[in-house]
């Protein structure tokens, strides 16, 4: 039960009941239809990350596993939807960034200490992560594609796919990238679709095995920990969903949040038949010796495979892009208000030049794809997307302690936390480790 009193208004927004008009210059571009936020949602949330899902089944095993896989369905959809209706709870206001919607809950001074920081956490990891999957999907694209070809250090295929960026993140805004997202969110289905089918075709390999991993008791747990962000990570679109949000024209007849809210469902349907045939077919061909990419496992017929790798990096382009625009957006707002710079192309070329930079310098640094799904995972997407939204809810909306609401955003909460703590030690120890036996910018 919500509470009947209207929420407060926000510091330095007029009391009134006037919509701003959606075309306000200060403002994002309001032209986007609803299908928009769903090709764009589907960018952001099915991202690369499918593909270590059964890889995190092998060591959670069926059970578990497929526990946590519809658990975190339905919590995250549960939270997507509050953050969905929390975009315009005041009247006249529209919340168009993660952080805004933080600074209305927890105050001007607060708020954006708790909210900012996790979500610049969820865009520069899934950058990040990003670069190392576009780089290791064209080298082995161009390993299947051509076998005589002289083998290229995995370093310089990942430094190829980030001077992609250095041209695409010129593109001003997010209405800018639809194309490119549009055709990232067809790439995620098909490599998705390919991951299944392939491993379905190809049957179990023999003598497979779904008993966990041998290792030793410590290691175990922490690969466990880390396949929970590995889980975690595929539920990533919360980070970006206001931003999207505030893309879509609105008016007191038609609010943003109804076609908003179309767009998110057709995303979780398409989520939903990507993520469990991915997890539940892999982990049945291959048991626990399914690698953190099931592409690189499944190897043939290496023209399909190579085609889904492919795939794959023309969605983790889009995806990147998705990610990076509202972190553009900050740097080139703080630049111009906090130190006085003129806004235009210099400022542009210059910033997020220096991003794209700096991902690029940090993915070639460590490429180590299922523990930085893990980590980011953890640390930065459980709390965006598992219990951030919640606790904005209880602070805005004040649902009735012990009520239905009350008791759901909770158990979202407590889910949550527990994610967070356990995936970032399990994701950080995985690093450390792995990287004691690596051979840096090999």
Not at 112 to 117: E, F, H, R, T
Not at 127 to 133: A, L, S
Not at 374 to 385: D, E, M, N, R
Request: glycine residues 8%; aromatic residues 14%.
């Amino acid at each position: 039960m919500v509470s009947d009193s209207p929420p407060p208004q926000p510091k330095g927004v007029p009391a009134n009941d006037e919509w701003k008009e959606d075309n306000d210059s200060s403002g994002p571009p309001r032209e986007a239809k609803w299908w928009y936020s769903t090709f764009h949602t589907v960018t952001a949330m099915v991202g690369a990350g499918v593909l270590s899902l059964p890889y995190a089944m092998a060591y959670l095993g069926w059970g578990p596993g497929t526990l946590v896989m519809v658990l975190s369905w339905c919590v995250t959809l549960n939270t997507m939807w509050q953050m969905i209706e929390l975009h315009e709870c005041v009247p006249g206001v529209r919340f168009d960034r993660y952080y805004d919607l933080g600074r209305h809950a927890f105050g001007e001074r607060l708020g954006p200490w708790i909210v900012l920081p996790q979500q610049l956490i969820v865009q520069v990891g899934c950058d990040i992560v990003y670069m190392v999957t576009g780089g290791k999907c064209l080298k082995k694209f161009m390993e299947l594609a051509c076998t005589n070809c002289t083998p290229i250090r995995q370093s310089y295929w990942i430094c190829t796919f980030g001077a992609i960026h250095f041209f695409l993140s010129q593109l001003p805004n997010f209405n800018s990238v639809s194309a490119v997202s549009f055709a990232a969110a067809i790439m995620s289905l098909s490599y998705s679709t390919i991951a299944w089918a392939g491993s379905l075709s190809r049957g179990r390999i023999p003598n497979v095995s779904y008993a966990y991993k041998k290792t030793s008791a410590a290691d175990s747990m922490f690969r466990i920990f880390n396949a929970l962000g590995q889980i975690s990570f595929a539920y990533a679109g919360h980070a970006v969903v206001l931003e999207i949000q505030a893309t879509i024209p609105s008016t007191p007849e038609k609010p943003s949040k109804v076609p908003m809210w179309k767009g998110a469902l057709g995303s979780y349907f398409v989520n939903a038949i990507c993520y469990f045939p991915v997890a539940l077919v892999g982990y049945w061909a291959f048991g626990n010796e399914v690698d953190d990419n099931v592409l690189v496992t499944l190897e043939k017929p290496s023209w399909l495979i190579a085609a889904a790798n492919l795939m794959v990096v023309i969605h983790v382009i889009g995806s990147y892009q998705v990610y990076a625009m509202p972190v553009f957006d900050m740097l080139e707002t703080t630049a111009v208000k906090r130190l006085n710079l003129s806004p235009g192309l210099a400022l542009r070329l210059v910033l997020r030049s220096a991003f794209v930079a700096f991902t690029l310098l940090v993915g070639v640094t460590f490429p180590f794809f299922g523990d930085l799904l893990g980590f980011f995972g953890g640390f930065g997407f459980a709390p965006t997307a598992y219990f951030l939204p919640s606790i904005i809810w209880l602070k805005i909306k004040k649902p009735k302690r012990c009520s239905i609401s009350w008791c759901i955003n909770w158990a979202c909460i407590v889910i949550g936390v527990f994610i967070m703590v356990a995936s970032t030690i399990g994701g950080v120890r995985n690093i450390l480790a792995d990287s004691s036996t690596y051979q840096f910018y090999s």
